[in-house]
């Protein structure tokens, strides 16, 4: 990219996309952020990442942003997230999703952009046979979140060979953790997720933690997980961002460490980084929860030469606790 040099962040005001703006940003990348802010304030981002406030569907705005800023690739963070929600709910899944997503293709084919990075899930794989799990695993959704997450894949697969758009699904694992300066935090309305929660409830700003399931075929009968660190998560999108505009095209590719760590120990890891106990009771399984994921992350290794940097389970934890104690009213609704 030379004279069309700017990066559309969809869901920049988001969780992972504030993370990504940031470090783009931090890189030297011209960023603009789009965002409809419909899950609370936005994130704080430095004043010099512009943000707009609209909607990925509203095609004549993106088609405007993309012709009058530039764009030259689009990372596409914008979207619900929360699997029981999408149970509930599944119009708006798809309506947010995959409708409005592909609004912003057609406006991306149309405007001449070449790359798309996507904000994708392991949702995709449901219930995996077996872990670690790799990107050739079947992708089998138990869930509309997952569905939809899967559906926009296959456009973008399908619009890279009818359109020749270049293109990276990066299904994350476990995003947590949060920027080391603490401006950037997770806080997802309602936060669903273990280490805000199991934070909070240390804290005792909210009730103890609710422990989902300690009957699993795990070695301590809780869920297993692929913890990766949100910084680490943003700097794989620029490295996968760098290799589109280089002319590749990457497809889907997983973002975990490897490791899988328990609710039990993600609790220990709490308390120690704490140094007071988190307050916690057992409770029945959730509904979709898998009892184990984690990731393959080899070919995202050799593709990106890409490591993660702060996705030890105490790092992650340290960050996302100063976050928690450092900002306020920093909201995020996308991934
Ligand atoms: N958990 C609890 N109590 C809570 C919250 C979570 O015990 O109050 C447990 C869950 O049952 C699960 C583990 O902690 O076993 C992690 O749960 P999270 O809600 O933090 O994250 P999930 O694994 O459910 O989901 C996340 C993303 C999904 C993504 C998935 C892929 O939110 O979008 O990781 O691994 F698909």
């Known amino acids: ?54 909607d990925v569907g509203d095609r004549e705005l993106v088609t405007r942003i993309l012709r009058e800023r ?24 798809f309506d947010v999703n995959l409708v409005r997503t592909l ?12 790359a798309c990075l996507f904000s994708s899930t392991a949702a995709v794989y449901g219930t995996p046979e077996r872990v670690p799990i790799s990107e050739t695993a079947r992708r089998e959704p138990i869930n509309p979140y997952g569905a939809t997450k899967l559906s926009v894949e296959l456009a973008l697969a399908a619009w890279s060979a009818a359109y020749g758009l270049r293109w990276s699904a990066l299904r994350y694992f476990n995003a947590s953790g949060a920027h080391p300066d603490g401006t950037l935090r997770e806080n997802h309305e309602p936060e669903t997720h273990l280490i805000p929660l199991a934070l909070d409830a240390g804290l005792g700003v909210t009730a103890p933690l609710r422990v989902f399931g300690s009957d699993y075929d795990t070695p301590d009968g809780t869920c297993v997980r692929d913890y990766i660190h949100v910084v680490d998560l943003a700097s794989a999108h620029l490295a996968a961002l760098t290799r589109l505009e280089l002319g590749h095209t990457l497809g889907p590719l997983n973002l975990g460490t490897g490791a899988g760590f328990s609710v039990r120990q993600v609790i220990d890891a709490a308390e120690a980084v704490l140094g007071r106990p988190v ?53 995020a609704h996308s991934a």
């Not at 988001?14 to 965002?35: C, P």
């Not at 990106?304 to 996705?311: A, E, I, K, V």
């Open 1 to 54: 990219m030379s004279e069309r040099e700017t990066v559309l962040v969809t869901g920049g005001a988001g969780f992972v996309g504030s993370h990504f703006a940031r470090i783009a940003a931090d890189a030297g990348r011209d960023v603009v952020v789009l965002d409809n802010l419909s899950g609370g304030p936005p994130a704080r981002l430095p004043s010099s990442i512009p943000l707009i406030v609209g």
């Open 70 to 93: 530039r764009v030259g690739a689009v990372a596409h963070f914008a979207g619900k997230i929360q699997v029981g929600e999408s149970v509930q709910d599944p119009d708006t899944y």
């Open 103 to 114: 609004e912003l293709l057609r406006a991306v084919r149309d405007q001449g952009v070449t």
């Open 279 to 331: 307050p916690h009771s057992m409770s029945p399984r959730r509904a979709g929860d898998p009892p184990s994921l984690v990731a393959d992350p080899s070919a995202a290794l050799t593709a990106l030469g890409w490591r993660p940097q702060r996705s030890d389970l105490v790092t992650i934890v340290e960050d996302a606790l100063r976050s928690r104690t450092t900002t306020r009213g920093a909201a």
